[in-house]
């Protein structure tokens, strides 16, 4: 092998992430950050799913909404919209927006315009309207809209002028707004969509994204890696990194790997926190974040139709030992799906102790005296709410054969246990749920509406009228007190029917290098790399060490 080879492949190797363009290389190198993250986006575009991995890769990085929030208190402020009216009935809503807002210009869109109001209208009315050109392209389905049926809330939206819209509401709804700043709610480009009619490439829309976020896409390798520019003209203060890249590396220990070896910058979901807390150039971060891991049940599948059978194996789970064997202390017991850092938390409600008599005789009530066998499905990747679900699923799979019942635990590639699961394959899933704003009804509607079990978000496939009606009246009351009474009944109706077990709301943790300075996680919705940046002086130490070692591997490999 000759030696332009060796370099050619070295480069290759070290670099491919960072770039290797001459000139440009060092300078990419100290300007650029890589994230190691867990997995791969199923798409660009966040309107269409709802999963963590997807939303982390794009919602915060490509796109902005019309609100968003700030401070500890999580308000709502001004994003594309420099500011709002709600009429006093609650069902108007007229958005001012921002002027010179601009797009993404990549190698395959040049804007000739900035933000106004027909992207607005465009990115709504594609999901709210069946004969929309777009509805129907890459399948149809917003979960996340089509949980909190934005489709019979929203009347229509009218264009006032160039850079004011109002939308026109059914009814009062109190949620409206905050679902507004969730990070599903991004506008696209009604341009390039024009552009891509022409081009008979709609399709592209979700998979050559823009929008005018702080990053814009520049290249995408599947299961391997994307590389964001920064987005030169974004309407806030300048991004001050030049290049992000997500290093996708499922394996937790291929993550920490690579942060000891200066290979990422920074970890998602790290492992080995007392090896990370002992080494002076890593910093381990964690946050409280509004979330819950749960145990869940298709109901529609036998045996877990039978209320009985959900309450006996409610009973038969040691939650004190999942937390302390898979928590590891970095989480609290869940006694609902709420927070009880939410104001509607109502901690009056009973919760199902450990109490394996008791749930042999529900067994025994229900109808199964000897046990039965049954699928549990434990998700292959660490999420927030819950770091392994493998070992959560061994230890429920110990507890239930103590009553009578065999576990067979199985899983999947991540992409396609999701997929399985909102086809309603499984009988029984361990999951989670992450809030996306911080009105308790993100997380009731979401995870156990009728709506939700149709669009399989609510993948127990649970659906109850009255608790339906219930979370309907709290959402349009203004009185604070009795939306958190409204709450209170529909927790306790989940403690009788248990479509689903809490079992823990957890911190999220992210480790990084010391040279990585400013804020990415939030306590609800995914992460956010606008304001971080690297500290240049060890930046160029880090590749210091790199040129090291490539110049050590390259004499190895020729000897």
């Known amino acids: 092998m000759n030696k332009i080879k060796v370099n050619l492949i070295a480069c290759l190797s070290f670099f491919a992430l960072s770039g290797c363009n001459d000139e440009s290389t060092v300078s990419l190198d100290e300007h650029s950050v890589i994230y190691c993250a867990e997995g791969s986006p199923e798409t660009f575009n966040p309107q269409l799913v709802t ?31 420099k500011s709002w009216h709600v009429t006093k009935n609650g069902k108007k809503i007229t958005f001012y927006l921002r002027k010179d807002v601009a797009f993404h210009q990549t190698d395959y869109f040049t804007p ?6 027909d992207d607005i209208i465009f990115s709504f009315n594609r999901i709210l309207n069946k004969k929309h050109p777009f509805h129907f392209v890459s399948g149809g389905d917003y979960p996340f809209f089509q949980n909190i049926e934005l489709n019979t809330l929203i009347e229509k939206i009218e264009k006032i002028n160039e850079h004011t819209v109002r939308f026109h509401l059914t009814h009062p709804d109190n949620s409206f707004l905050a679902n507004l700043a969730t990070d599903y709610a991004v506008i696209l480009s009604a341009e390039y969509a024009e552009q891509l009619v022409k081009q008979q490439r709609k399709s592209n829309i ?31 203060d300048p991004v001050k990194i030049e290049q992000l890249v997500f290093d996708i590396t499922p394996s937790n220990t291929g993550r920490l790997t690579k942060l000891l070896a200066k ?56 939650k004190q030992v999942l937390l302390d064997t898979v928590y590891k ?17 109502d901690d009056s409600i009973p919760a199902h102790e450990f109490n394996p008599v008791l749930a042999k005789s529900l067994l025994d009530t229900a109808g199964f005296p000897q046990g039965f066998t049954m699928d549990l499905w434990a998700m292959p990747v660490q999420r927030p709410y819950n770091p392994n679900a493998i ?5 429920i799979q110990a507890d239930l054969n103590d009553i009578g019942i065999k576990v067979n635990i199985v899983s999947y590639e991540w992409n396609t246990f999701l997929n399985r699961l909102s086809l309603g394959e499984h009988q029984s899933f361990l999951l989670g749920w992450s809030a996306d704003h911080p009105d308790p009804d993100n997380f009731f509607s979401p995870m156990l509406s009728c709506s939700a079990s149709n669009t399989g978000s609510n993948t127990t496939f649970w659906c109850n009228k009255k608790f339906d009606s219930i979370l309907q009246s709290a959402l349009q009351t203004t009185d604070l007190n009795q939306r958190k009474e409204y709450y209170s009944q529909a927790m306790r109706i989940i403690e ?14 992210q480790a990084r290098n010391k040279e990585i300075t400013g804020d990415i996680l939030a306590a609800f919705g995914g992460i956010n790399f606008y304001h971080i940046d690297k500290n240049k002086k060890s930046a160029l130490s880090a590749k210091k060490i790199k040129d090291t070692t490539i110049v050590n591997q390259i004499n190895v490999g020729e000897n």
């Open 112 to 117: 000739s315009r900035t933000l106004n109001a």
């Open 51 to 81: 999963s963590g991995t997807t939303i982390d890769a794009t919602s915060n990085q490509l796109y902005d909404r019309l609100l968003s929030y700030k401070g500890e208190e999580n308000t709502l402020t001004p994003a594309l919209a």
């Open 496 to 509: 009788e029917e248990i479509p689903l077990i809490p079992i823990a709301h957890s911190k999220r943790y």
């Open 329 to 345: 202390g970095k989480a609290v017991l869940a006694k609902s799906i709420l927070p009880n850092t939410s104001w509607a938390f």
């Open 206 to 236: 979700d998979t050559y994204p823009i929008g005018t976020g702080p990053f814009k896409l520049k290249e995408y390798r599947i299961g391997s890696f994307i590389r964001y520019y920064r987005h030169e003209q974004y309407w806030r």
């Open 391 to 395: 070992t959560m699923a061994k230890l």
């Open 263 to 318: 290979e990422c910058d920074i970890s998602a979901y790290p492992i080995a926190h007392n090896k990370i807390g002992e080494n002076k150039s890593l910093t381990l971060e964690s946050i409280t974040a509004l979330n819950v891991g749960y145990f869940g049940f298709n109901v529609k599948k036998p045996p877990f139709d039978n209320k009985l059978v959900r309450q006996a194996v409610s009973y038969a789970i040691n």
